[in-house]
């Protein structure tokens, strides 16, 4: 057995055992994220990373999802593959619809029943390219079936964090269903051996119940631990020491984190950042960190009624804000300009004008986030979005999304002390808007909040630190091109 030790932890990995590879050997990796910007987006990141170290990289995914991709630099593009499949018609799936952010939640188990047929030109192209490693989304459970034949190593790249898949749990759990009733969700697991607070209310186990199919996604990740060479996770040690731990434990073979993938600034030479200019000039009145920013993701569908408690709580905050307000899935019902108002309060902008913006559509979220104005975060708790916020070092107002894994993280802030969790009924998820403008203060200015303040503006030293993320991605990279399987698994 080989041990593998993590450069900046004393947590020790143990290996499969395996004949090293030469670590200058130049693979060919292919990558398979999941159809949400969420995913493709890290995807993309790690991609960018191998090609620096000199391997080859497929990525295949469906033609919109690829569009949506920014440019790649021309040093970068020329080793980078990106192969188009189109996405097969499923019946229940509306047209055109090739990402979680153009369907509501009820919609998404057609989605994953069309990414499934993918398993046909994804096996035609694994044949015949001669792929080294595949590095997959959490979603293709029959992917193992298709790489082991092949000889084709493979790797479950997660986009959640440690203490997401601890609350999993290990590949027993998932495939035995155990946990039945949404009742089971909501209190943490027995194999947990730390201190912990990670689990799901009620209303966000039920909530997720519906974008999963007839193969659940617990099923689907226990499908792909098992069947994968190893485990990697957007993680790290300096953050989830405990965890990382418990999942090598858990999992019994490798778990090794690719970091958490911090967002890099778009230049100043980008194009088609008209919006950014006025933002900016509204930003530069404010004081320092005295403005909160409002951003409930591309797949987070509140009622009206909610979405007008929220606008009243963060009226009655009486603090300065900038909300990102954007329009529903192309699925749902058109609206005409009229009715996209209806989604907030009638005379809500002219009321807050004085105090606040109202952003429709599209922001620049990592330049609103690194200007020195903005000191608090309301979120939905997906992981990419709380990566940004404490890469700057924002203090964090956790209003859960109600799906995957944000409930979970929206428990892991208010335990870590970097945020608080806006409270909320348990069963329905009802809240009221002086719950929000309640929390939104207590975060934003109130004496008790001036840990949680610290704590955030403390982790930059970790989510924003470029240097410790290039060295987990240099520790993933090694892993790849050191690891070898044993004999009986080489391609024939």
């Not at 995913?39 to 469906?62: A, C, D, N, W």
């Not at 965890?243 to 984190?257: D, T």
Request: a negative charge.
């Amino acid at each position: 057995m080989t041990v593998y030790k993590n450069a900046q932890a004393s947590s020790i990995i143990y290996l499969h055992q395996g004949n090293i590879m030469d670590g200058t050997k130049k693979l060919h990796i292919a990558m398979f994220p999941w159809l949400a910007y969420g995913h493709t987006m890290p995807f993309l990141e790690v991609s960018k990373f191998l090609v620096q170290k000199g391997h080859r990289i497929s990525y295949i995914s469906t033609p919109k999802n690829i569009g949506r991709l920014p440019k790649l630099p021309p040093h970068l593009s020329s080793n980078i593959s990106f192969v188009q499949f189109s996405l097969p018609h499923v019946h229940g799936l509306p047209p055109e619809a090739e990402s979680t952010s153009e369907v509501p939640i009820d919609k998404v188990p057609y989605l994953k029943k069309a990414y499934d047929k993918l398993q046909v030109p994804l096996t035609e192209f694994l044949k015949d390219s001669n792929v080294n490693w595949i590095i997959h989304d959490f979603e293709p459970y029959w992917l193992p079936g298709i790489t082991a034949p092949l000889g084709i190593n493979s790797v479950l790249l997660c986009l959640f964090n440690a203490s997401a898949m601890v609350f999993l749990g290990p590949p027993s759990a998932l495939l035995g269903g155990g946990r039945k009733r949404p009742e089971d969700f909501t209190v943490v697991p027995e194999w947990v051996d730390y201190p912990c607070n990670v689990a799901l209310k009620r209303y966000e186990i039920v909530n997720h119940q519906q974008c999963m199919d007839d193969v659940s996604d617990f099923q689907r990740v226990g499908l792909l631990v098992q069947g994968s060479q190893f485990v990697t996770l957007r993680a790290c040690f300096e953050f989830e020491p405990d965890e990382i731990k418990l999942l090598i434990k858990l999992y019994q073979k490798p778990v090794v984190p690719v970091g958490l993938l911090p967002p890099s600034l778009p230049s100043n030479d980008d194009e088609g950042d008209d919006k950014w200019e006025a933002v900016k000039s509204w930003l530069d009145t404010k004081r320092d960190k005295s403005v909160f920013y409002i951003a409930l993701g591309s797949e987070v569908n509140l009622s009206e009624e909610s979405m007008h408690q929220l606008a009243f709580g963060i009226e009655k905050s009486n603090l300065p804000f900038i909300w990102v307000v954007r329009k529903r899935p192309m699925a749902e019902a058109q609206m005409d300009d009229n009715h996209l108002q209806d989604i907030i309060p009638p005379g809500f902008e002219e009321r807050v004008s004085n105090k606040g913006l109202v952003l429709w559509g599209w922001a620049p979220q990592l330049r609103i986030l690194a200007h020195s104005s903005v000191g608090g975060f309301l979120t939905h708790c997906s992981w990419s979005s709380i990566t940004e916020g404490l890469k700057f070092g924002r203090a964090l107002i956790a209003f859960s999304g109600a799906s995957a894994d944000q409930g979970m993280n929206a428990r892991l802030l208010h335990g870590r002390k970097v945020g608080i969790e806006i409270e909320r009924n348990e069963l329905d998820g009802s809240f009221t808007s002086d719950s929000v403008a309640a929390t939104i203060r207590r975060v934003m200015v109130e004496p008790e909040g001036e840990m949680i303040r610290a704590n955030a503006w403390a982790m930059r030293e970790i989510f924003g630190n470029e240097k410790l993320s290039n060295n987990y991605l240099d520790g993933f990279t090694r892993f790849i091109e050191e690891f070898e399987p044993s004999p009986t698994k080489r391609r024939v």
